[in-house]
């Protein structure tokens, strides 16, 4: 019993005493059982300063030399020149070589700095083409597709108008001798168009067709029909006018087709007309209905 109790003291003794370690010693006055111990040997906070600064460095380098090579292919690509002008659509009035001629100066800037709009203002600027669409196919040719005026009357001496009322002129008038003539004030086309399109409808169940319409300051119309036929329409009720006319055609006159001469829509009620010069067996007369 008295050995197991020696043997307690003895541990005891051997806990109470100081713990010796290595590294650096503890500061005077600190506690005796208190472990200093050493930092590892390493780096501290601002080791890898340097190696993530040279990393940063590559990627700046490495993005700059992407962006200046892709610049240089902007550049080098804008520059190409256009190798090819192809021109499509049924082109009866314009050359597809002046249709080229005509574009080239807009494309000595290259394939990319061609201004295409302009370039399409300018084709619909000639005579006959209506309407002109542009656009690039990779990677240096040039598409155009030309849509050509139809008139559908002549205006004036030397002009044309188109189903819009649009006037565009032409060295060529002679070739449309056929078509019906209108005539008119400046800006007044587009209106008078609508008004020869009405007409031409409200006559062709009739078998009457326009050949002249025209209008003048104070907005009074005048029409010849084929075969000489003048009709005085009047102002802005010419369509009231003209289903009176239909009537008493239909009714009185188209036996006589070949007779009139001119027939006055502009009463409130009822027409006048007059018939062409009489032969000997048929004299002359004008009519009220």
């Given at each position: 019993?008295?050995?197991?109790?020696?043997?307690r003291?003895?541990r005891?003794?051997?806990?109470?005493?100081?713990?010796?370690?290595?590294?650096r010693?503890?500061?005077?006055?600190?506690?005796?059982?208190?472990?200093?111990?050493?930092?590892?040997?390493?780096?501290?906070?601002?080791g890898?300063?340097p190696?993530?600064?040279?990393?940063?460095?590559?990627?700046?380098?490495?993005?700059?030399?992407?962006?200046?090579?892709?610049?240089?292919?902007?550049?080098?690509?804008?520059?190409?020149?256009?190798?090819?002008?192809?021109?499509?659509?049924?082109?009866?009035?314009?050359?597809?070589?002046?249709?080229?001629?005509m574009?080239?100066?807009?494309?000595?800037?290259?394939?990319?700095?061609?201004?295409?709009?302009?370039?399409?203002?300018?084709l619909?600027?000639?005579?006959?083409?209506?309407?002109?669409?542009?656009?690039?196919?990779?990677?240096?040719?040039?598409?155009?597709?030309?849509?050509?005026?139809l008139?559908?009357?002549?205006?004036?001496?030397?002009g044309?108008?188109?189903?819009?009322?649009?006037?565009?002129?032409?060295?060529?008038?002679?070739?449309?001798?056929?078509?019906?003539?209108?005539q008119?004030?400046k800006?007044s086309?587009?209106?008078?168009?609508?008004?020869?399109?009405?007409?031409?409808?409200?006559?062709?169940?009739?078998?009457?067709?326009?050949?002249?319409?025209?209008?003048?300051?104070?907005g009074?119309?005048?029409?010849?029909?084929?075969?000489?036929?003048?009709?005085?329409?009047?102002?802005?009720?010419?369509?009231?006018?003209?289903?009176?006319?239909?009537?008493?055609?239909?009714?009185?006159?188209?036996?006589?087709?070949?007779?009139?001469?001119?027939?006055?829509?502009?009463?409130?009620?009822?027409?006048?007309?007059?018939?062409?010069?009489?032969?000997?067996?048929?004299?002359?007369?004008?009519?009220?209905?």
């Amino acid at each position: 019993m008295g050995a197991i109790l020696g043997r307690r003291r003895a541990r005891r003794e051997e806990q109470k005493k100081p713990v010796k370690t290595r590294g650096r010693r503890a500061p005077q006055g600190a506690t005796r059982n208190a472990v200093v111990a050493e930092k590892p040997a390493g780096k501290g906070k601002s080791g890898g300063a340097p190696s993530v600064w040279f990393n940063r460095l590559l990627i700046l380098l490495g993005a700059a030399v992407v962006f200046t090579a892709a610049l240089k292919a902007v550049i080098t690509v804008q520059s190409l020149p256009v190798q090819r002008i192809s021109v499509t659509g049924e082109l009866e009035h314009t050359q597809a070589q002046a249709v080229q001629d005509m574009v080239q100066p807009g494309l000595a800037g290259g394939f990319l700095s061609a201004d295409l709009q302009q370039i399409q203002r300018q084709l619909e600027g000639l005579p006959w083409i209506y309407k002109a669409t542009v656009r690039r196919k990779w990677p240096s040719s040039l598409e155009i597709h030309v849509v050509e005026e139809l008139p559908i009357a002549r205006w004036g001496q030397d002009g044309f108008l188109n189903h819009e009322g649009g006037v565009f002129r032409s060295d060529k008038a002679g070739e449309w001798e056929a078509l019906p003539r209108l005539q008119g004030p400046k800006g007044s086309a587009q209106s008078l168009v609508e008004k020869y399109q009405r007409l031409v409808d409200i006559l062709a169940p009739l078998n009457l067709a326009v050949e002249q319409l025209a209008i003048d300051e104070r907005g009074q119309l005048e029409a010849v029909l084929e075969g000489g036929i003048q009709l005085s329409l009047g102002g802005d009720e010419f369509l009231e006018r003209m289903d009176r006319f239909i009537g008493i055609y239909r009714t009185e006159l188209a036996a006589r087709k070949s007779e009139i001469e001119r027939v006055d829509l502009r009463y409130e009620s009822g027409i006048a007309v007059a018939f062409k010069e009489p032969t000997e067996a048929d004299p002359s007369h004008v009519a009220g209905l």
